[in-house]
């Protein structure tokens, strides 16, 4: 099972901080997963977020086709099989409704009515325990707690907010077919349902739906600038008899073009030693 690690007491105590970042090392190196509690977001926030997103798709379709389009240079969208149609590669068993939210967050009014606040909530607070994980993925890595925030890992955002009906045909479909993420960091919020796997050692395995836990992967970005040291992994999400299953994935990722001035990334200088160039 992938590792749940308690954040209680970082930031606050030094010997409880300095096994979390044990912890946080052991499982970006050989899962690229984990799960977090005692983060700090209250039940009644993740909660009202589930249930926001599920309310936003179960409304009348005709409300919903207001911002149904395929163009992700918009800030607020909804549509489904984006990579079906982008990457001609798989149709997903799912819906989503996906929102940019920085460098700028939408006005208010660009966000669905039934989940506006709910979304500025949930989002604010993911953001604050963002920097706490990049604190601790930094010194993870040897590096400074303010290095990867500094090099601009929280400076984009996006957000989908899945919407995985119940599958007449479960054996036949995905929910979210195998990829890897290419974020640097995504924190994962699912309700009860399950169905989230991860590619770990050649097996597919479940990842349970805690409830009050946050899964936090690793993606590709992260990967890269840790010099291979952190992995960014396969998974993937079975489709179910049962629904909906509702899940919100917050995405820390570079900035999308055309981004003025543009970023380039590579491998920290740091992690590149003799034995691993
Ligand atoms: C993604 O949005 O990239 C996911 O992998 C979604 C995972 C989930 O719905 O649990």
């Given at each position: 099972c ?5 954040l209680?007491g ?12 044990n ?11 984990f799960?977090?509690v005692?983060?700090g ?30 163009d992700?240079?918009?800030?607020v ?10 990457k001609?590669?798989?149709?997903n ?6 929102f940019?939210?920085a460098?700028?967050q939408p ?11 709910i979304?500025?909530d949930?989002t ?10 990049f ?8 590096l ?6 500094e ?8 957000c989908f ?10 054996d036949l479909?995905?929910g ?30 479940d ?8 899964v936090?992967?690793?993606?590709d970005?992260?990967?890269l600038i ?5 992995v960014?992994v ?5 489709a ?8 919100v ?15 380039v ?5 740091k992690l ?6």
């Amino acid at each position: 099972c992938i590792p749940i690690i308690d954040l209680t007491g970082v930031d606050e105590d030094a010997s409880l901080h300095r096994e979390i970042i044990n912890k946080v090392r052991d499982a970006c190196e050989k899962w690229g997963f984990f799960q977090v509690v005692n983060h700090g977001i209250p039940l009644n926030t993740l909660d009202d977020m589930i249930d926001g997103i599920r309310r936003f798709h179960e409304q009348d379709p005709e409300v919903k086709k207001g911002i149904y389009t395929r163009d992700y240079t918009k800030k607020v969208l909804y549509n489904s099989n984006p990579d079906l149609h982008r990457k001609k590669t798989a149709a997903n068993w799912r819906d989503s409704l996906t929102f940019h939210m920085a460098p700028k967050q939408p006005d208010p009014e660009e966000l669905p009515a039934v989940c506006r606040d709910i979304i500025f909530d949930y989002t604010n607070k993911v953001t604050t325990l963002g920097r706490t994980l990049f604190k601790l993925l930094s010194e993870a890595l040897g590096l400074h707690p303010t290095y990867l925030e500094e090099s601009g890992c929280m400076e984009a955002t996006f957000c989908f907010g899945h919407y995985y009906p119940a599958c007449p045909e479960p054996d036949l479909a995905l929910g979210t077919a195998s990829h890897a993420d290419s974020s640097f960091l995504t924190v994962l919020l699912q309700n009860q349902i399950g169905g989230l796997q991860v590619l770990h050692e050649n097996q597919w395995i479940d990842i349970p739906s805690v409830r009050g836990a946050l899964v936090v992967n690793l993606g590709d970005m992260l990967q890269l600038i840790s010099n291979g040291k952190f992995v960014s992994v396969y998974h993937r999400v079975l489709a179910k008899a049962i629904g909906p299953r509702v899940s919100v994935a917050y995405f820390f990722r570079i900035h999308l073009p055309p981004a003025n001035p543009l970023r380039v990334y590579g491998p920290i200088k740091k992690l590149l030693s003799e034995e691993n160039p």
